[in-house]
């Protein structure tokens, strides 16, 4: 079955502090993977993507994720972390209009 | 390009009435895709549709059901309302093939009294 599993509900980390999101999934074939961010109120907004190629992959705001095939992770990193980084990440596996998210990660940022 | 919109954006419903959730995709997307968030199941995918045909469906009863117009805007219609419906509906629109993102509009909150 496929799935995707955040095992961290509420991280708290501070201002300039990096950061690492944990994620694993189960998918039969190659999986599309992505990280997808989302502030109180508001829809989802995709910060990257990994479909093939490089396992590291850029994203918008500063953030990079590590595909790493034989852990089935993709773990969301930034070096270092600003108060605007609060909210709640998704990560998801997926192709085409069919997405399996996880339960996601609270992030909360003290100053 | 104007981003994917959701009206309305609040609905307030009794149970046993019946809803209907809209969506305009970005233009040039055919693909339209809806999904529950609770703050209990998470995100959850109800169905797909690419050009007016439905794709995709996740695991949810008959009482949610959707369509896309050839304009390739697409409408969801929840029947027979339950408390349980209570949720932020998203939708999302792409172009439509696998590798393609998938690109989210702000949402619609149901409440069930």
């Known amino acids: 079955a496929q799935s995707v599993t955040q095992p961290d509900i509420h991280i708290t980390v501070s201002e300039g502090a990096s950061l690492e999101l944990r994620c694993n999934y189960s998918?039969?074939?190659?999986?599309?993977l992505f990280w997808y961010v989302q502030s109180p109120g508001q829809g989802l907004q995709l910060l990257l993507k990994y479909f093939s190629g490089d396992t590291l992959v850029q994203g918008i705001k500063g953030f990079e994720a590590e595909f790493k095939r034989s852990q089935s992770s993709f773990n969301l990193r930034k070096p270092s972390v600003h108060w605007s980084d609060a909210a709640e990440y998704f990560c998801?596996?997926?192709?085409?209009?069919?997405?399996?998210f996880g339960q996601g990660t609270e992030l909360s940022v003290k100053p | 390009k104007a981003g994917v919109t959701q009206t309305p954006r609040y609905l307030i419903k009794t149970r046993g009435q019946q809803v209907t959730l809209s969506c305009s995709p970005i233009?040039?997307?055919?693909?339209v895709s809806w999904y529950q968030q609770t703050p209990g199941q998470g995100l959850q995918f109800l169905f797909e549709?690419?050009?007016?045909?439905?794709?995709n469906k996740g695991n949810f009863p008959g009482r949610f059901s959707g369509r896309q117009f050839s304009n390739s805007r697409s409408e969801m219609n929840v029947s027979t309302l339950e408390l349980g419906d209570s949720a932020l509906y998203l939708c999302?629109?792409?172009?439509?093939?696998?590798?393609?993102?998938?690109?989210f509009g702000p949402g619609t909150r149901l409440t069930v009294l």
């Open positions: 998918y039969g074939a190659t999986p599309y």
């Open positions: 233009s040039g997307h055919r693909s």
């Open positions: 549709y690419f050009s007016e045909t439905q794709r």
């Open positions: 999302a629109s792409s172009l439509g093939s696998d590798s393609d993102t998938q690109y």
């Open positions: 998801a596996v997926g192709k085409g209009g069919k997405l399996i």
